[in-house]
């Protein structure tokens, strides 16, 4: 039987790793107020509104809502526009142009975001 050895690689190989191979970026955004308590998603009343605004605003190419009440939202964006430290920057700047009562109960000051190291697709 031939054998194959490779000596040039243009996709890179990780077991359990993010390893990207085009410029999108995977992130992980745990939404905390001001005081860093964790805001449950599903219940913070306006949060969904919110969060389509939050989403709209970095121009995401795909995000996803945790079902539970950690507070976490994994997107997908344009490295070129991005890190971390930026996506941070903007979300706990975010403020809704027309804050009202829908979405006063959410909080954005105190959030997170690291860059993902695995994603699962289910």
């Given at each position: 039987?031939?054998?194959?050895?490779?000596?040039?690689?243009?996709?890179p190989?990780?077991?359990?790793?993010?390893?990207?191979?085009?410029?999108?970026?995977?992130?992980?955004?745990?939404?905390?107020?001001?005081d860093?308590?964790?805001?449950?998603?599903?219940?913070?009343?306006?949060?969904?509104?919110?969060?389509?605004?939050?989403?709209?605003?970095?121009?995401?190419?795909?995000?996803?809502?945790?079902?539970?009440?950690?507070?976490?939202?994994?997107?997908?964006?344009?490295?070129?526009?991005?890190?971390?430290?930026?996506?941070?920057?903007?979300?706990?700047?975010?403020?809704?142009?027309?804050?009202?009562?829908?979405?006063?109960?959410?909080?954005?000051?105190?959030?997170?975001?690291?860059?993902?190291?695995?994603?699962?697709?289910?």
């Open positions: 039987m031939a054998s194959f050895t490779r000596t040039n690689s243009t996709t190989f990780a077991v359990g790793a993010y390893v990207q191979t085009s410029n999108v970026g995977a992130y992980i955004i745990t939404v905390k107020n001001s860093n308590n964790v805001q449950d998603l599903r219940t913070a009343t306006g949060s969904l509104e919110a969060i389509e605004m939050l989403v709209s605003n970095l121009n995401v190419l795909g995000y996803t809502i945790t079902d539970s009440a950690a507070g976490t939202i994994s997107i997908l964006v344009d490295n070129s526009q991005h890190n971390a430290t930026s996506i941070r920057d903007l979300v706990r700047n975010f403020v809704s142009a027309d804050r009202d009562d829908s979405t006063e109960n959410l909080g954005f000051g105190g959030s997170t975001v690291v860059a993902a190291t695995t994603i699962t697709v289910a």
